[in-house]
Structure formats: structure tokens, C-alpha cells
Nanobody
Framework: QVQLVESGGGVVQTGGSLRLSCVASGGPFSSYAMGWFRQSPGKERELVAGISPSGGGIRLADAAQGRFSISRDNQKNTVYLEMNSLKPEDTAVYYC??????????????WGQGTQVTVSS
């Protein structure tokens, strides 16, 4: 069973930056696609960014284009989400997930506890 631990969230002002990290255990990390999702109150959880097992394939949601980037370090079993030019609408709990396909999924729903990102205006 894959276990995921997210970290790096916090409170930032509009225009600020954060780097989220997700450490995976319990499975062959380098064979999993990894994704970052977010969920804000009253909304469904949505995919923000996905990355293929090798890191060669990347998918970014429209809202993340030009501001966020996803990367991974297979030696450290870690996936990162670099977020720049943050907006209040980016406020959400951010989760990572693992999948057996590509940067587009499918996803295994191995949700961790998430990390809260709050962007103040």
C-alpha cells in the first residue's frame, strides 16, 4: 500500500510562492506516475499537475499553466509542486496521489493528510 506524506503548505500573500513536497513509501516510487490535487471548501478535488514515472511527461491544469511546475526525485521518493504568482483562488488543501499510468492518470486515490495552502489578498 502506497503511503504519501505532503508538506510545505502555509500562508502567503498574493503573488507569493510555495514549494510543496510529497514523500512516498510502500511501493516502487519510480514506477508510479504522481499527481498533485487540490480541494477547497464546497468544491470537488481537482488535478493540478501530473508527472509520468520517468518525469518526461507532465500535465498541468489550465489554472496552473505558467505559474506552477511539477518535478520529482526518484532517488528521494519525492514529488514537488513549485507554485509561483499565487492567487487567493489557489487557497485549498493540496494532496498528492500515485497512479499506474501516465501524467494523465489513472490515479490510485492513495490520499495523504494533505497540506493547507492559504493565499491572502
Amino acid at each position: 500500500q502506497v503511503q504519501l506524506v505532503e508538506s510545505g503548505g502555509g500562508v502567503v500573500q498574493t503573488g507569493g510562492s510555495l514549494r510543496l513536497s510529497c514523500v512516498a513509501s510502500g511501493g516502487p516510487f519510480s514506477s508510479y506516475a504522481m499527481g498533485w490535487f487540490r480541494q477547497s471548501p464546497g468544491k470537488e478535488r481537482e488535478l493540478v499537475a501530473g508527472i509520468s514515472p520517468s518525469g518526461g511527461g507532465i500535465r498541468l491544469a489550465d489554472a496552473a499553466q505558467g505559474r506552477f511546475s511539477i518535478s520529482r526525485d526518484n532517488q528521494k521518493n519525492t514529488v514537488y509542486l513549485e507554485m509561483n504568482s499565487l492567487k487567493p483562488e489557489d487557497t485549498a488543501v493540496y494532496y498528492c496521489d500515485a497512479g499506474t499510468g501516465s501524467a494523465w492518470g489513472p490515479w490510485g486515490h492513495y490520499w495523504g493528510q494533505g497540506t493547507q495552502v492559504t493565499v491572502s489578498s
